[in-house]
């Protein structure tokens, strides 16, 4: 059910691959919410993944860009305005990569070239982008712009590795920008914390799987999938949030303020009677 959120409204979203993809349930909510837009991904993304489909099926362009280089984010926000034919209101940054993780090396073993990719692709590239924008004046005052965070950015999670330095540094550059670009243009900036979600992105996450249970097992209403985020992200991209920025959203069922859950306890307390003898002493295999 349409309810006409974003008629008349532009936007672009960056970083969708597949139908897994957080980016890629947005783009086609916005469109059904009444906006038009543009997708953007890497050259690389565009030609290896299913980009093409999503493009035919709302009518929009693809403009193929690496979200690292300033260059390319110039023409994407050029490019949009002269096909929508205004300035832009709206732009969802869902990037992410970790070669780190790819390659399996432990946080205790970086390699930095690697964590420099990690933070340019996954952080940098947000406040690139924003930088961009603002130059260009390519975002229409009170206009929204969201980026996809996760709570690793605050606590530590096993496996989730620098990919969690990322996030930390994209929250910090929606706080900084954010009130930069508030004070001037009154364009808002938030970061949206999901659940985890089983993404293309998100499967390269060891033990990404147990996660996901896990902190289905510890949130009160369990784990927001990526179509009910693209339900928010189109929220914050209303006019019903004008008044919302420099935050970083929790939405994951209530797992951020969990400190244990019944659900989770049961399974605690399971685990040891699996390994326990009659008499309750643990047997280590």
Same mark, same amino acid.
């Given at each position: 059910m349409s309810y006409n959120l974003l008629k008349g409204k532009r936007g672009i979203i960056f970083g969708a691959l597949n139908e897994q993809s957080i980016a890629w349930k947005v783009a086609e909510l916005a469109v059904e919410e009444g906006a038009t837009i543009t997708l953007s991904n890497t050259p690389v993304a565009v030609r290896?993944?299913?980009i093409s489909?999503?493009? %035919?099926? /709302?009518?929009?362009?693809?403009?193929?860009?690496?979200a690292t280089s300033v260059e390319d984010l110039e023409v994407v926000f050029q490019r949009s305005m002269e096909i929508l034919g205004g300035k832009i209101d709206f732009v969802l940054h869902s990037i992410g990569m970790s070669p780190n993780v790819r390659k399996k090396n432990t946080y205790d073993n970086l390699d930095y070239n690697m964590l420099g990719k990690t933070l340019d692709i996954s952080a940098?590239?947000?406040?690139?982008?924003?930088?961009?924008?603002?130059?260009?004046?390519?975002?229409? %005052?009170?206009g929204s712009v969201?980026?996809?965070?996760?709570?690793?950015?605050?606590?530590?999670?096993?496996?989730?590795?620098d990919m969690a330095d990322a996030k930390s540094l994209l929250e910090s550059i929606c706080r900084s920008f954010g009130y930069i670009y508030?004070?001037?243009?009154?364009?808002?900036?938030?970061?949206?914390?999901?659940?985890?979600?089983?993404?293309?992105?998100g499967s390269g996450v060891k033990g990404m799987d147990k996660l996901m249970d896990f902190s289905?097992?510890?949130?009160?209403?369990?784990?927001?999938?990526?179509?009910?985020?693209?339900?928010?992200?189109?929220?914050?991209?209303?006019? /019903?949030t004008r008044k919302v920025t420099m935050q970083t959203l929790f939405h994951d069922g209530g797992f951020s303020s969990m400190g244990m859950s019944l659900r989770a306890m049961v399974q605690y307390e399971k685990s040891f009677e699996e390994y326990c %003898?009659?008499?309750?002493n643990i047997i280590y295999g």
């Open positions: 290896m993944g299913e489909a999503l493009s %035919d099926k /709302l009518n929009c362009e693809v403009i193929p860009a690496d940098i590239s947000f406040h690139k982008m924003l930088q961009v924008a603002k130059k260009m004046n390519a975002i229409a %005052d009170y969201v980026a996809l965070s996760y709570i690793a950015a605050q606590r530590t999670f096993f496996g989730y590795n508030g004070r001037e243009h009154n364009v808002r900036i938030n970061t949206i914390s999901q659940s985890p979600t089983m993404t293309t992105a289905n097992r510890m949130s009160p209403l369990g784990n927001a999938d990526a179509d009910e985020c693209a339900n928010y992200c189109i929220t914050m991209f209303s006019d /019903l %003898d009659e008499n309750g």
